[in-house]
């Protein structure tokens, strides 16, 4: 065998319930074997980049089935008000950002509904911190933007009947009036989000919307040799064009994918489209109305029949689909869509948040993916006081039954979905297993009975989500002739205490067998 180029020695190569090899061999972009330290010393030579992972686990790289990586990689620059859990908090921080930051337009990503009496802001509160340009804050789930009258003036916008609040396709349409970044910014946004997700061993990302406008930033960092993190693009899946548009799209998407066939580094193949909104803004589809005096059964962006042809026609192209789907009726409608298609495309529904017990079983039986997110069950403020409330006790009782997929036969594929959330596998392990926020609440866990074990939660991060993109060949095992995307962690997960995941740090991240992150 060839001397390898890279090694990793005195870890925990992860096979839970199996014999642990401690040492993985590289050579070039795949690994070439995997054994005892004592099998893979041979290898190294002079020029081999030897790494010890002093008994820390030696992970298959994460691999982020749902990611917004662009929209996530510009929000970097604009103001962070993820995780204020208070108006105050919020109030301080646009204050502060606002006296620091001269830009033309003040932009700002995360603010939690539960932050707000009756769970929205107002336009008024905005005016009095931003009053002299205009401004444009985006919720944490990014449905929902908050602005200011300056930026519904500069938008020639009258305000509607909740001034200052757009929601779902209103935001949609309102931010071809924002600045947009160029392409060189573009590109530097890229670079320092591949940063982030190397520091949290993340390998590859699976970009959920707007692949095709993505496509030349990433091949234009290929070119530079600046790719060192995988992406798979989402094509727009979108409502109310019709179905011979539809088809002509598929064309178009065709022709663009075709450059990308086998590509390991920037492939597509999958089209992604909303099925509803969030719950929290009410947006989300359901099958009965909303808990409170407000009612009303949420937003559907498509006509009846017309999500399932769509989705019908591009399966039967090739292409896999992906359908956003968190109320339960339009997790229903994504099911039902998926239920005349080839199973073998693999079809996904994201997010599932709140379905109807009826339908839990058939992610199994159609052979659907349940791709989730476990940040987003992450027990905080928001979800008691705005997510539950709004659904009302029966319906939150089911929410992220990641466990009852998993047990009915479905395939689960994790990931993080930033911005909506940060990148951070380890609290979303955390969540996963405990059902508990990072801060240890509640003490058993929000509905334990949707606890999953460590491994279970590892493999929706890891070969879930390589199968949930057709690349299980390649990703998601440390084995020879896999592709050498690996992370090393500072401590060895099986051992952990399982409440203690969230504190697990990364040692270092290769991929393609590239040291793209080292602490
Ligand atoms: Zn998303």
Known sequence: MRTASLAILGGVVWAPGAAHATAVAVDGGMISAV????????????????????????????????????????????????????????????????????????LARGWFYSAF????????????????????????DTHTAWVN???????????????????????????????APST???????????????????????????????????????????????????????????????????????EAARTHKGDRWISTGIVKAFADGVVESRTALLLEPYAGAAGGIGQSRWEPGELAAAAQAASARGWQVEIHAIGDRAIRDALNAFEACDPARRHRVEHIEAPAATDIARFGQLGVIASMQPQHAEPIKNLHEIWAPNLGPERAARGWPWASIARSGGRL???????????????????????????????????????????????????GSAYAEHAEHIKGRLRQGMLADIAVLDRNLEKTVQQEIAQTKVEATVVGGRLVFER
């Open 413 to 463: 594929a994790f990931g993080s979905d930033w911005p909506v959330v940060p990148i951070d596998p380890f609290l979303s392990l955390h969540v996963a297993i405990n059902r508990q926020t990072g801060a240890g609440e509640p003490p058993g866990g929000w509905l334990p009975d949707q606890r999953l074990t460590l491994p279970q939660a590892v493999e929706a991060w890891t070969a």
């Open 149 to 179: 009258s300056r930026a519904l003036e500069a938008a020639g916008l009258a305000p509607g009947a909740e001034p200052g609040i757009l929601k779902e396709h209103v935001m949609d349409d309102f931010e071809k009036h924002l600045p």
């Open 35 to 106: 054994g005892a330290d004592a099998d893979i010393r041979p290898l190294i030579g002079t020029d081999t980049r030897v790494i010890e992972a002093r008994g820390g686990t030696i992970l298959p790289g994460f691999n982020d089935a749902h990611i917004h990586f662009l929209m996530g990689s510009r929000g970097l620059a604009h103001l962070d008000l993820f995780g204020a859990e208070t108006q105050e908090e919020i109030e301080r921080r646009i204050r502060e950002f606002n006296a620091s930051n001269s830009a033309p337009w003040l």
């Open 117 to 140: 009496p009756g769970g929205m802001p107002t336009i008024e509160l905005l005016d009095r911190l931003v009053p002299d340009r205009p401004a444009y804050l985006e919720s944490f």
């Open 184 to 254: 060189q910014e573009d590109l530097e946004s890229l670079r320092a989000g591949i940063r982030i997700a190397a520091a949290r061993g993340v390998a590859s990302v699976q970009e959920a919307s707007r692949g095709l406008k993505q496509m030349p930033l990433y091949e234009a960092l290929r070119e530079r040799d600046e790719l060192t993190m995988r992406v798979r693009l989402a094509f727009d899946m979108l409502p109310g064009i019709g179905i011979d548009a539809w088809a002509r799209a598929l064309d178009m998407y065709e």
